[in-house]
């Protein structure tokens, strides 16, 4: 990444900051012996570099990245253990003697799997906004986060901190089709978001399956994009060809369902992959309609009811 590139993506970080980018680590520092950590006092400067206990460190509740890879996190710790934590993590002080994470909450597992007590850490001034906003800009600068984390991280700050999307872009340094592209996999059905998180399937497919409206179809064709692990252009092709099949006219609407039956509904069509549909009368007799979008559809429909 060029340092220009880089220049660019920070400027949204620098500004929520309301720092200058230079660190000085020896401010206010003039009469520490080496090896022993300074104390932390409330004249410190914004930008410095100060030694504090992990033990007086809490999560940033804002925190966007909700899993992190157990392997790599030992591979860090190994990397502390030998030569120390290179760069420190960011707080805001909460009262005398206790820190809320900014951002590096990755380096700081690490260090405490490491055995450390004591953490290098910038100490920053930020309110609740400014804590989810420096959280968000972080992880995505370091392309940390899988796709719906930022799309449920962008969502976040435009219900929380009051963004519009152009505003939302210019924080984070993106265009305003990207920001809506990460928004509309939230409209997709769950059991595909999970898929996308886990990586089973790419940005790419996603975008194809946001093509088509209706969810049974939706399902359907992200059910075969796994079990015949298709590329994006063949699942584009899938879609096309679906979206050229007639489209049955639907009569008169049932009547809502309760949240019980709505739930079973919901993991009837988790289960089999298309959308199921509950029928229940006032008189509590009704049917289960599951809808197939093709023989193959059928057949393995038909399999998993072991027919």
């Excluded at 999560?59 to 253990?81: C, G, H, M, W």
């Excluded at 993991?267 to 006032?282: E, G």
């Amino acid at each position: 990444m060029s340092t220009e590139k880089r220049n660019a993506l920070g400027k949204g970080l620098s500004a929520l900051l309301n720092d200058t980018p230079s660190v000085l680590p020896n401010r206010n520092n003039d009469t520490a012996k080496p090896g022993v950590p300074r104390p932390v006092s409330e004249v410190d400067s914004l930008g410095s570099i100060n030694e504090i206990k992990i033990s007086e460190i809490e999560v940033n509740p804002y925190q966007p990245r909700t899993e992190f890879d157990e392997q790599a996190l030992a591979d860090l710790s190994a990397s502390i253990k030998l030569q120390g934590l290179i760069q420190p993590i960011t707080v805001r002080r909460v009262s005398a003697h206790a820190y809320q994470l900014i951002s590096g909450e990755r380096r700081l597992r690490a260090s405490k799997l490491a055995g450390l007590t004591q953490i290098p850490a910038y100490i920053r001034t930020a309110n609740d906004q400014q804590m989810l906003e420096m959280a968000l800009i972080e992880n995505i600068q370091r392309e940390n986060l899988n796709a719906i984390e930022v799309a449920l991280s962008f969502q976040r700050m435009i219900d929380e901190c009051s963004l519009k999307q152009e505003e939302l872009g210019d924080r984070v340094s993106k265009n305003r089709s990207t920001v809506t592209n990460y928004l509309r996999l939230l409209k997709l059905p769950p059991s595909i978001q999970a898929s996308l998180r886990d990586n089973e399937i790419s940005m790419g497919h996603a975008k194809a399956l946001l093509a088509v409206e209706d969810p049974a179809a939706q399902l359907y064709i992200h059910q075969q994009i796994i079990k015949n692990e298709l590329s994006v252009r063949k699942a584009e092709e899938l879609v096309r060809e679906i979206q050229k099949a007639p489209v049955k006219k639907e009569g008169k609407q049932p009547e809502e369902l309760s949240y019980q039956l709505k739930k079973i509904e919901d993991d009837l069509a988790s289960k089999f992959s298309t959308k199921v549909r509950l029928k229940v009368n006032s008189q509590g007799n009704g049917s289960i309609e599951i809808p197939f979008l093709s023989e193959d559809d059928l057949g393995r429909i038909l399999e998993m009811l072991d027919w």
